[in-house]
């Protein structure tokens, strides 16, 4: 439904989170829509929210907890902490299905949950071998792209089994988080991690990596060390990339914004 609008609030000092629908209409603007998230109670450290694919179910994660909220009736089907043993950082519908969820964890599992056999146990459970802090669904939904602590990411099929492991050296460092995502059409996926300076890409076929490009050739500041913070794709151009860098140099809140064309080789 292209009015309706998922806004999630943590404060990050007390760690209570608050999730609120918003309808947006052309001609009224922003309305409120308190009545969809009755069933949505306050969640410690919300960390996500993520709808299905016919906007029939909110999946709403904050620390171990995962709610999951009816859309039509705005009550909370499901509330849990036994997903996994360790926090759980935003869990995702898939794209297509919407009966699909993957979800990682701290614990060092994957998941994957099917709303049709209910959500006590998982279709499935994959053991990474690493702490998972991001999950995705692929855009056909054929694989779930997981990402780790300190550059180690994977892929895992809907059948349980490791697709490919991404080519990225480790630095051996507990708080290098990294993340990847795959382009809008599938064929790549990128990839940032908190202490290095580069923009990865890689085939998402193989796992091989194609391309890594340096983020710091327009820096304002000599000696600004980035720290990366973020990366999406352009969800229509699969050469665009847009990311956030955090810098630590003259000014100690030095925010930048880049954003990478692969198409003319240039970052600006």
Request: net charge negative; hydrophobic share 35%; charged share 20%.
């Amino acid at each position: 439904n292209p009015e309706l609008l998922f806004v999630g609030v943590c404060d990050m000092q007390s760690g209570r989170g608050n999730a609120e629908v918003i309808r947006w209409n052309g001609q009224t603007g922003l309305r409120w829509v308190p009545s969809l998230t009755d069933g949505l109670s306050s969640l410690p450290w919300l960390n996500s929210l993520s709808c299905n694919a016919t906007d029939d179910f909110l999946l709403a994660c904050g620390d171990e907890t995962v709610e999951l909220i009816d859309l039509e009736t705005g009550k909370r089907c499901m509330r849990t902490s036994s997903w996994h043993n360790a926090l759980i950082n935003a869990p995702q519908f898939a794209n297509l299905h919407p009966s699909l969820i993957c979800s990682t964890s701290f614990d060092q599992t994957a998941c994957l949950w099917d709303l049709r056999m209910g959500l006590n146990t998982p279709a499935f459970r994959y053991d990474l071998g690493f702490a998972g802090i991001l999950s995705r669904f692929s855009p056909a939904d054929d694989r779930m792209l997981i990402s780790g602590i300190d550059n180690a990411v994977a892929q895992v099929t809907l059948g349980g089994q490791l697709h490919s492991v991404l080519e990225m050296e480790p630095l051996h460092d507990q708080h290098n988080p990294t993340k990847a995502y795959y382009c809008s059409y599938g064929r790549r996926i990128c990839s940032v991690s908190r202490l290095e300076d580069c923009l990865r890409i890689f085939d998402s076929h193989t796992g091989e990596l194609r391309w890594s490009l340096p983020v710091r050739d327009r820096t304002p500041h000599e000696g600004l060390h980035p720290l990366i913070s973020g990366c999406r794709p352009d969800p229509f151009n699969p050469f665009c990339f847009a990311m956030r860098v955090d810098g630590k140099g003259p000014q100690p809140n030095d925010v930048l914004a880049y954003a990478v064309d692969l198409s003319a080789g240039l970052t600006r």
